[in-house]
């Protein structure tokens, strides 16, 4: 393994600048490659998209054979039908031409109300309640005032009524708006009713000083209850217009309004699935609430300065109960606090014995799949003395930062200064690991900020601030949840918190770089990461991976001269911190074992900068992968790589073209490694096989066959491409 002392690491292109928020920017905008299946076309011609025209049906005319009648009365009786029919055909004519004089009148305000339907729906988007129920309101009159103008054919039950296109399609388009217009005012009633929770549930929880609330204020799963009744009666209404916007035929629509109904049409599904899963998962978020019965949380606590595959070293965890919304527990322990008696059972997984040599709770969080951490941390927890618990969540102490800009200043007892979003890892880290408030509690400091921090943190006027950080903490896997209820669990799996390993498809390329820091020390947050993909493919379609991962460790005198500020300013004389304490949190050599997840059954080729005997290979069945275990050591100001190259365990199939997809999973904790994705074939001078179109569109074509993607993984990433010769 090189150990060499290097500058820090850029993508491997130039041509595409990594932006750590989370995007990227090519500076050379190149159009996607599309295949075109009949004639071979130099890459980067588009071609038309592939559709499929449906023939339309032919209306079926009925021929009635005429009876034979012998009698006077049978001839008088044909006249008169025949006189009938007449003047039913004149009627209809009559009818008709009324239709078409009005068709331009009844389609403009019908119309008029799908426009205020949207503008209804793009402002319950940006939760502007007020503004929406009154366009849906405004929508409903408008298709009212056409239903008017229709009266002679909405009270037309002829049979020229029930064939007629343009009848039915008429008062299709009316009763649909009015359905939908309906199913608006109940949706954004419930959205006004659900959007109140988070208000409530702070308010609820505020420290008695701050309290806002009168005290026979309804309960928070009274609200929710009814938000989601209001749901439920938006989503009877929406399949009702659904219904009735599939009787319409397009063709009889004005083409200037083809695109609303079109475009109504596609959505209103994605409408009715957003309502169901509203229904669907009501239960779950009343028992997270509490409405039945107190529902109790273990929160584990990761510092992901020293990093675990779920985020980081777990060294407290949080009891939290909740019974009706309201918060009635809330307390801090240390894990050493807990019992080392053996455990009566064997551990739900013997995979924790992989990464380390003792079952303990602070080693719970084995497993980069979440569902599996979290059941081994709520077990483990009785094990060693725990109360019972319903609900895992894991919170990286990263997160505490964005919190505390929310919350301000927080006095912990007579410090001399206060604990900021700034200052608060150089004084938690110091006061614990050199055990300032004594060796029997080192951590009691954490049990005296969180009480302060509960105070200054729950207030109504930071509920939205709140709401973005957890949303954003989510999406980064921050924090990730577990439940014993199944019913809850899906519903996690259902926000993207569960931390779950994702389901492959059958021709899928996977990677996840996962660490567990091997030396103790808090080290990870000097670390930067550079990730190098790149897919060779050959012309059977064998696909060979070759795989890069650089660490630079940037640590400098800078830090430590910004440390010694802080710790002056509480006080602390900074010529009299241990040096231990100071390789703890950073200075020390950064050591961690790298378990690579990569697709099962994939073949292991060779190494550079491991012996390829020093490789451990494995298959975790917990998430049905492959893995490749390797060491890497880096030192302050230094940067050391390890590259793998495998063979896949499937090829693509050019007959004529086939689809390579690529999946890379963030580890969870991490603060997201630049990653650059490149696919080529093996023989760069091999002209037969190009690519026709690839996802995402920032990736770029380098040359005429190869596709490189430059990005970071602050979220998991996906890239795909098709293929051929």
Not at 282 to 297: C, M
Request: net charge negative; aromatic share 10%; charged share 25%.
């Amino acid at each position: 393994m090189s150990n060499k002392k290097t500058e820090n690491i850029t993508s491997s292109s130039n041509k595409t600048p990594i932006n750590l928020s989370g995007e990227t920017y090519p500076k050379h905008k190149r159009e996607s490659h599309r295949p075109n299946l009949k004639t071979k076309e130099t890459p980067g011609k588009k071609i038309e998209d592939i559709s499929f025209k449906e023939e339309k049906k032919q209306g079926t005319i009925l021929k009635v054979k005429e009876s034979k009648t012998r009698s006077v009365f049978g001839n008088l009786l044909k006249i008169g039908v025949s006189g009938f029919i007449i003047l039913f055909l004149i009627n209809s004519v009559n009818i008709y031409n009324k239709t078409i004089e009005a068709k331009e009148e009844i389609t403009y305000q019908a119309f008029e109300g799908y426009s205020k339907l949207l503008e209804g729906s793009k402002n319950t988007t940006k939760v502007q309640f007020t503004e929406a129920k009154d366009a849906f309101e405004n929508a409903l009159s408008s298709f009212r005032e056409a239903e008017s103008t229709l009266w002679f054919i909405a009270e037309d039950d002829t049979l020229y009524a029930e064939q007629s296109s343009l009848g039915s399609s008429a008062k299709a388009i009316l009763e649909s708006g009015k359905y939908f217009a309906k199913a608006g005012e109940y949706f954004t009633e419930s959205l006004e009713e659900l959007n109140k929770i988070p208000i409530y549930f702070v308010s609820k929880n505020e420290a008695e000083e701050f309290k806002t609330i009168i005290e026979d204020q309804e309960e928070i799963t009274e609200i929710l209850k009814r938000g989601t009744e209001k749901a439920a009666l938006a989503l009877v209404q929406t399949t009702l217009a659904r219904d009735e916007m599939e009787k319409i035929d397009e063709d009889l629509v004005p083409i200037e309004v083809r695109g609303k109904l079109s475009y109504a049409k596609e959505k209103i599904n994605q409408i009715i699935k957003t309502l169901e899963s509203i229904e669907r998962h009501f239960p779950a978020v009343l028992t997270l609430l509490g409405d039945v019965t107190p529902h109790r949380y273990l929160v584990i606590l990761q510092n992901n300065a020293e990093t675990r595959p779920t985020g980081g070293f777990i060294g407290s965890y949080g009891l939290v109960t909740i019974d009706k919304g309201v918060i009635t527990e809330l307390k801090v322990e240390d894990v050493y606090d807990l019992s080392n008696d053996p455990h009566a059972e064997d551990p739900p997984s013997d995979e924790i014995y992989d990464f380390f040599l003792c079952c303990r709770f602070r080693n719970v969080n084995y497993s980069p799949d979440f569902f599996y951490t979290g059941k081994m941390a709520a077990w483990m927890l009785e094990q060693e003395g725990g109360p019972e618990v319903d609900t895992v969540i894991g919170l990286n102490q990263s997160s505490l930062k964005d919190f505390l800009e929310v919350s301000g200043p927080i006095q912990v007892g007579d410090l001399p200064d206060q604990i900021t979003a700034e200052n608060y890892i150089p004084i938690l880290t110091y006061v614990i690991e050199a055990k300032i408030w004594g060796k029997e509690d080192p951590k009691h400091i954490l049990k005296m900020m969180v009480p302060e921090f509960k105070k200054q943190i729950f207030k109504t006027e930071n509920v939205s601030k709140i709401m973005g950080i957890l949303y954003r903490a989510a999406q980064q896997k921050q924090v990730i949840a577990y439940s014993k209820d199944s019913v809850i669990e899906s519903f996690f799996d259902t926000l993207g918190i569960s931390g779950k390993f994702k389901q492959l498809g059958e021709k899928e390329d996977f990677l996840a770089v996962i660490h567990t820091s091997d030396a103790g020390n808090k080290t990870e947050h000097f670390i930067e990461e550079a990730i190098t993909h790149v897919t060779n493919i050959e012309k059977d379609g064998t696909l060979i991976d070759e795989l890069t991962v650089a660490r630079t460790h940037t640590f400098g005198k800078e830090h430590q001269a910004a440390w010694n500020n802080v710790w002056d300013s509480f006080g602390f004389d900074y010529r009299h911190v241990p040096g231990y304490v100071v390789d703890i949190m950073g200075r020390a050599t950064n050591i961690v074992k790298t378990r690579i997840y990569v697709p099962e059954g994939a073949i292991l080729l060779e190494s550079t900068g491991i012996s390829k005997e020093d490789v451990n290979i494995g298959y975790d069945s917990e998430v049905d992968r492959t893995y490749f275990d390797v060491r890497i050591s880096t030192p302050p100001q230094n940067t050391s790589s390890v590259t793998l190259k495998y063979k896949l365990p499937f090829k693509l199939d050019f007959s004529p073209v086939d689809t390579y997809s690529f999946s890379a999973h963030k580890q969870p904790g991490s603060i997201g490694s630049v990653l650059t994705k490149t696919i080529q074939p093996q023989d760069q001078e091999d002209d037969d096989l190009s690519p026709y179109v690839y996802y995402p569109e920032d990736a770029f074509l380098k040359g005429e066959n190869k596709i490189i993607y430059a990005t970071n993984l602050v979220y998991d990433r996906y890239f795909s491409s098709v293929w051929g010769e």
